[in-house]
């Protein structure tokens, strides 16, 4: 497994797109061309995730003063399940040399139609070393719970990114709490 970085005008900007498609749901789409204006502004990494069986998805990080956060990650539909994603957070981890990663990913939520996905997706990131924080913030009109490599999560930190975040992206505006 390789991760290489995404730019603008190769085929890994379109295979990236055909994935961010396919996996957000249209609450949480962000145009790749858009996610691409952020790496050349210097703020994000995005990088394609490469096996043996080829381009296998992607994801988009920004590294903040401590951490890294994990924004965007996809598999390609047909090769969920393989063990791709485990192998690229651990690939994530060599990659930034061992940084705490923090992601945030759609609750658990009994009303919601995926739920079971959402259950999932906790429990794969739990099996990849994700502590969950019991923290949460609401935005794109879904609850997400946060997680991160390393305990304890670091508040103010991931605090100060969401007001960076929102001081470029002003429709961006999630605020931390807990659940009693």
């Given at each position: 497994m390789?991760?290489?970085?995404?730019?603008?005008g190769?085929?890994d900007?379109k295979?990236?797109?055909?994935?961010?498609i396919?996996?957000?749901?249209?609450?949480?789409y962000?145009?790749v061309?858009?996610?691409?204006n952020?790496v050349?502004?210097?703020?994000m990494?995005?990088?394609?995730?490469?096996?043996?069986?080829g381009?296998?998805?992607?994801?988009?990080?920004r590294?903040?003063?401590d951490?890294?956060?994990?924004?965007?990650?996809?598999?390609?539909k047909?090769?969920?399940?393989?063990?791709?994603?485990?192998?690229?957070?651990?690939?994530?981890?060599?990659?930034?040399?061992?940084?705490?990663i923090?992601?945030?990913y759609?609750?658990?939520?009994?009303?919601?139609?995926?739920?079971?996905?959402?259950?999932?997706?906790?429990?794969?990131y739990k099996?990849?070393?994700?502590?969950?924080?019991?923290?949460?913030?609401?935005?794109?009109?879904?609850?997400?719970?946060?997680?991160?490599?390393?305990v304890?999560?670091?508040?103010e930190?991931?605090?100060?990114?969401?007001?960076?975040?929102?001081?470029?992206?002003?429709?961006?505006?999630?605020?931390l709490?807990?659940?009693?």
């Open positions: 390789e991760l290489r970085p995404i730019k603008r190769t085929i900007e295979n990236a797109e055909e994935v961010n396919e996996a957000f749901p249209e609450n949480e962000v145009p061309s858009d996610l691409l952020s050349e502004n210097g703020d990494d995005m990088l394609a995730i490469y096996t043996e069986y381009f296998s998805g992607f994801l988009m990080t590294k903040w003063t951490f890294i956060y994990l924004c965007f990650f996809a598999v390609k047909e090769l969920r399940n393989k063990g791709i994603g485990s192998e690229t957070l651990r690939k994530l981890k060599e990659y930034y040399n061992g940084l705490e923090t992601v945030d759609e609750a658990p939520d009994e009303s919601c139609d995926n739920n079971e996905q959402r259950i999932s997706r906790r429990g794969f099996r990849c070393g994700f502590h969950v924080t019991g923290w949460y913030q609401y935005y794109m009109d879904c609850e997400f719970e946060i997680a991160s490599t390393q304890p999560f670091n508040k930190s991931f605090e100060a990114l969401n007001a960076f975040i929102h001081s470029r992206v002003p429709e961006f505006d999630p605020h709490y807990r659940k009693d």
